[in-house]
């Protein structure tokens, strides 16, 4: 049985709140345009775009490096602003056990946040943490919340 890891990440907004979650529910093919650095190309590879099981790839560059994310939507709660991603084929999954990533939008007092909870399983010690995973979505997160407040 693999070591399970929990990373989480907050980050004020600039942009309407709905704006985020809105990009990820119904335009993720917006993305790699909002942040070309992280994101390269969006697929829809089955079911719809915002339809719970649908399943769609990412390409993006991490640590100077090409990778692909195929993923299955998991859940979407748009009264509370979540979203679950949950990786079933690519590059984390092939060192990782599993890899899931929840979207959450928090109000706290006058503050926007966009919340991301990294849930994923390690083979054994010697695999690393996802930090730089992590790191990733943040400046991903701030690209497509600069984009949005130009």
């Not at 907004?13 to 335009?27: C, G, I, Q, R």
């Not at 079911?47 to 998991?74: A, F, P, R």
């Not at 995973?133 to 690209?143: E, S």
């Amino acid at each position: 049985m693999g070591l399970k890891s929990v990373l989480c990440a907050k980050i004020e907004m600039k942009a309407n709140k709905d704006v985020f979650h809105d990009v990820f529910t119904n335009k993720p093919h917006h993305v790699s345009t909002m942040s070309p650095l992280h994101i390269q190309n969006f697929e829809l590879l089955e079911g719809g775009i915002g339809i719970v099981g649908s399943k769609i790839c990412w390409n993006y560059t991490l640590d100077g490096e090409k990778k692909i994310s195929k993923q299955i939507l998991e859940t979407i709660d748009y009264e509370n602003k979540v979203l679950t991603l949950k990786e079933f084929e690519g590059d984390v999954t092939d060192i990782y056990d599993s890899f899931k990533a929840i979207l959450h939008i928090e109000t706290k007092g006058e503050i926007d946040l966009v919340c991301w909870t990294l849930e994923y399983e390690r083979p054994n010690e010697n695999v690393p943490e996802l930090i730089n995973v992590l790191n990733f979505v943040v400046g991903m997160t701030k690209a497509i919340d600069d984009h949005h407040d130009n």
